[in-house]
């Protein structure tokens, strides 16, 4: 049973019943950790000296409570392997994002400056064990390390695109070397690869990046899932017709994508639970409008409940846009490959992709109607 005050939530959850001491041992510690993160981001400026005195002291000071708790519920071995790499992973990550966050804040680089034996507790890591494969700090540890290792000066590209893909070839690179348990290898190929499929869809650097991963990866399962990630992107390259979806207008009439498409057209998307992005959005969209008289723009809602869109639409007066919701976001998501909410596609006038990989925020998105 768990009982909370929910008055001060986080801080008043107590479990009671079999394994209490333990459960609320890791709830303390949990929550020793996030008011730590609170005060990281000052940290992150600090000099090297500095930062290594500040997360040494606070690492002894949780260290000191686990040990206590360590002695007085007397726990088993395979609860301890948890408890120990909850308080370490976490102080972990601390070194592993510090070089990156603190050259971003403070334009210092540092990377090659850190003292001999930064990183020794990689060394100690045992990166094999199956029995964190699930594991959240170990999991947020591993994304930590990765994207530390492969991010360096000596990457130089044409683009973000061109970097973020020679960054993400070499994780797999790394992953490939550092696990040797198949089961845990491929989890990581498999996170690496859905994180940058979703995040980067240059349609050229996918299909090398996928490549490399079916190099790699002996996981059949989870590679049909990327397989139709990365068969969707091509799908979607330029000169390519527009995969069909379904919408529904505000009369409930079911109508085709593609027969709405008469002219040249700008998609954007929108959530009611994002009310910011949904104003901020249409009203770039408006001014756009006024500009670009040649094109149309269809605003697309992603929500499930259509009279609640009907509702949330009545409160704004969005003219020259036309307003219409997924009739099933799912089938959208898979065939558009939509997962962000600011993603934009802009479409010619005979139904074939000009570029369906465009932010509406991008500083340079109006030269793409030109």
Same mark, same amino acid.
């Given at each position: 049973?768990?009982?909370?005050?929910?008055?001060?939530?986080?801080?008043?959850?107590?479990?009671?019943?079999?394994?209490?001491?333990?459960?609320?041992?890791?709830?303390?510690?949990?929550?020793?950790?996030?008011?730590?993160?609170?005060?990281?981001?000052?940290? /992150?400026?600090?000099?090297?000296?500095?930062?290594?005195?500040?997360?040494?002291?606070?690492?002894?000071?949780?260290?000191?409570?686990?040990?206590?708790?360590?002695?007085?519920?007397?726990?088993?071995?395979?609860?301890?392997?948890?408890?120990?790499?909850?308080?370490?992973?976490?102080?972990?990550?601390?070194?592993?994002?510090?070089?990156?966050?603190? %050259?971003?804040?403070?334009?210092?680089?540092?990377?090659?400056?850190?003292?001999?034996?930064?990183?020794?507790?990689?060394?100690?890591?045992?990166?094999?064990?199956?029995?964190?494969?699930?594991?959240?700090?170990?999991?947020?540890?591993?994304?930590?390390?990765?994207?530390?290792?492969?991010?360096?000066?000596?990457?130089?590209?044409?683009? %973000?695109?061109?970097?973020?893909?020679?960054?993400?070839?070499?994780? /797999?690179?790394?992953?490939?070397?550092?696990?040797?348990?198949?089961?845990?290898?491929?989890?990581?190929?498999?996170?690496?690869?859905?994180?940058?499929?979703? %995040?980067?869809?240059?349609?050229?650097?996918?299909?090398?990046?996928?490549?490399?991963?079916?190099?790699?990866?002996?996981?059949?399962?989870?590679?049909?899932?990327?397989?139709?990630?990365?068969?969707?992107?091509?799908?979607?390259?330029?000169?390519?017709? /527009?995969?069909?979806?379904?919408?529904?207008?505000?009369?409930?009439?079911?109508?085709?994508?593609?027969?709405?498409?008469?002219?040249?057209?700008?998609?954007?998307?929108?959530?009611?639970?994002?009310?910011?992005?949904?104003?901020?959005?249409?009203?770039?969209?408006?001014?756009?409008?006024?500009?670009?008289?040649?094109?149309?723009?269809?605003?697309?809602?992603?929500? %499930?409940?259509?009279?609640?869109?009907?509702?949330?639409?009545?409160?704004?007066?969005?003219?020259?846009?036309?307003?219409?919701?997924?009739?099933?976001?799912?089938?959208?998501?898979?065939?558009?490959?939509?997962?962000?909410?600011?993603?934009?596609?802009?479409?010619?006038?005979?139904?074939?992709?000009?570029?369906?990989?465009?932010?509406?925020?991008?500083?340079?998105?109006?030269?793409?109607?030109?």
């Amino acid at each position: 049973m768990v009982s909370i005050n929910s008055k001060d939530f986080d801080q008043s959850i107590v479990f009671s019943g079999r394994g209490e001491e333990k459960n609320n041992f890791l709830m303390e510690l949990y929550l020793k950790n996030e008011d730590d993160k609170s005060k990281m981001f000052s940290v /992150l400026d600090y000099k090297i000296k500095d930062f290594t005195k500040n997360i040494d002291s606070s690492y002894n000071v949780k260290e000191k409570f686990y040990l206590a708790k360590k002695e007085q519920i007397n726990w088993s071995d395979d609860f301890d392997l948890y408890a120990k790499a909850t308080l370490d992973f976490y102080n972990f990550s601390k070194k592993e994002i510090y070089p990156m966050v603190h %050259e971003m804040r403070t334009g210092e680089k540092i990377k090659q400056n850190l003292p001999t034996g930064f990183y020794d507790y990689r060394k100690k890591i045992d990166f094999n064990n199956i029995k964190f494969i699930n594991f959240s700090p170990f999991v947020k540890y591993l994304t930590h390390m990765l994207n530390n290792i492969a991010t360096d000066d000596k990457i130089v590209t044409n683009s %973000e695109l061109d970097k973020s893909f020679e960054i993400n070839v070499r994780k /797999l690179n790394i992953a490939d070397t550092l696990f040797k348990n198949k089961k845990i290898k491929n989890t990581i190929l498999n996170n690496i690869a859905f994180c940058y499929l979703l %995040e980067d869809q240059n349609i050229s650097n996918n299909k090398k990046f996928l490549d490399k991963y079916y190099e790699i990866s002996t996981d059949k399962s989870q590679r049909n899932e990327i397989v139709k990630i990365g068969n969707a992107i091509q799908l979607l390259k330029i000169g390519n017709n /527009l995969p069909e979806t379904k919408l529904y207008d505000q009369n409930d009439n079911l109508i085709n994508i593609n027969d709405l498409i008469k002219k040249k057209t700008v998609l954007f998307f929108w959530t009611e639970n994002l009310s910011s992005h949904m104003v901020a959005a249409h009203k770039k969209i408006l001014d756009l409008a006024k500009r670009h008289p040649d094109y149309q723009f269809i605003a697309i809602n992603v929500d %499930e409940n259509q009279e609640k869109w009907k509702m949330h639409l009545a409160n704004f007066n969005f003219k020259n846009i036309k307003e219409y919701r997924a009739a099933n976001f799912e089938d959208l998501k898979d065939k558009w490959v939509i997962n962000k909410i600011h993603r934009t596609m802009i479409i010619n006038s005979n139904h074939t992709i000009n570029n369906a990989f465009v932010s509406l925020f991008d500083v340079n998105f109006e030269k793409q109607l030109k």
